[in-house]
Each structure stands twice: as C-alpha cells, then as structure tokens.
C-alpha cells in the first residue's frame, strides 16, 4: 500500500472517528434538553372562562376548546386557547377549575396566531384554536402549556426517548473517543514518514 493511499484511508477514518464523538455528543446534549423541558413544567390551577365542543366532520371524534385563565410565575394572569381532541367532549364547564402544567420554554413549535393581542383579549374564545400537539399530547397555542391529567404521560414518553438518547449518545461517544485514541498512532506514523 502506498503513503498515498495509506494517507487516504488514515484521513477517513479520523473523519468517521469525529463524526461519532461529535453524533455522540449532539445526542448527550439532545438528552440534557429533553430531560430540562420534562422537569421544567410549573403545576397550577386554571379557570375554565369559555369552552366549545366541536365534533370534526364525518367522524364520531370530538374536540374541546378551552379558553383557560391562570397566573404565571410572573404574577400576571395569562390565557392559554388548548383544543383537546378525545372520542367524547370534555366533562368540564365554564367557571371549573383544572389542573395545567406551565412550562418555561416552547415544546414545539407555536401556532402563528398565537401571539395576537387582539385574538380572545376578553377571555373568550376566539372564532378558530388552532391545535398543538408534541408527541400526541395537545398542548395550548404558545405549545407552553398542557392539562396536568397529560403531564404524566408526557414525562413517560420523554422518559423513555431521553434514555435512548442517552444510551445511542454514550455508545457512539465512547466508539467515536476509541477510534480517535486508535487513530493517533497511525497519525504519528504517518507524520514520520513526511
């Protein structure tokens, strides 16, 4: 085999060797976030101010559109539109109290609507709610909040795919480090013969 050639496959090999630890590492930080936003949910009460049933068309499947009310950590009262899909309509009522989990950072991406002052500003809800969901848990507009009832599911889930992550991530850290170790005294070899 000549240097050339030597040199070649040396060269592919440190850049696969980098590829692992850096796909190794991606996938340890992916897991650090993923275990942040399932522990970072504030549990609180929120005031059902408007709520609608909505049957989709040609099914028997039904959504619930909530107009929530609660008070962030900020002290503020802040509304929350969730549109809640199940095979019947929600047993709540205007004026009931339900459980929410607040978190401080979007799970998803938000409805674009969601930001518009003017869209439910009395509490009510607006003409369309636009559904969110991660993972099949319906979350509010801003993809910020969740009923608490969806909470533990939702830890479940994230539980199970952050583990994953996690061990992927460690796998192809630890193969990724190895060939990189493996890969040094090739490269020495290689710098003697230049």
Do not use: W
Not at 96 to 118: E, G, H, K, R, S
Not at 183 to 189: E, K, T
């Amino acid at each position: 085999m000549s240097i050339s050639s030597f040199s070649v496959t040396l060269l592919f090999r440190g850049i696969l060797s980098i590829l692992f630890l850096a796909l190794g590492i991606v996938l340890l930080i992916r897991y650090n976030k993923a275990g942040k936003s399932a522990r970072s949910a504030v549990i609180c009460n929120a005031q059902v101010a408007d709520l609608r049933t909505v049957q989709q068309f040609g099914t028997n499947l039904f959504s619930t559109e909530l107009a929530l009310l609660y008070t962030g950590s900020d002290g503020c009262t802040h509304r929350a539109f969730i549109s809640v899909p199940a095979p019947a309509p929600l047993n709540t009522q205007i004026g009931a109290v339900l459980p929410i989990a607040v978190f401080a950072d979007q799970l998803t991406q938000a409805a674009p609507q969601a930001y518009d002052p003017t869209r439910g500003a009395d509490g009510r809800l607006p003409d369309r709610v636009y559904p969110v969901q991660v993972s099949g848990i319906p979350l509010d507009e801003t993809a910020t909040v969740m009923l608490s009832a969806d909470y533990t599911r939702f830890q479940s889930q994230t539980g199970r795919s952050s583990r994953s992550l996690f061990i992927v991530g460690i796998c192809l850290t630890v193969i990724g480090a190895m060939r990189i170790l493996a890969f040094i005294p090739s490269l020495l070899s290689i710098l003697r013969f230049l």
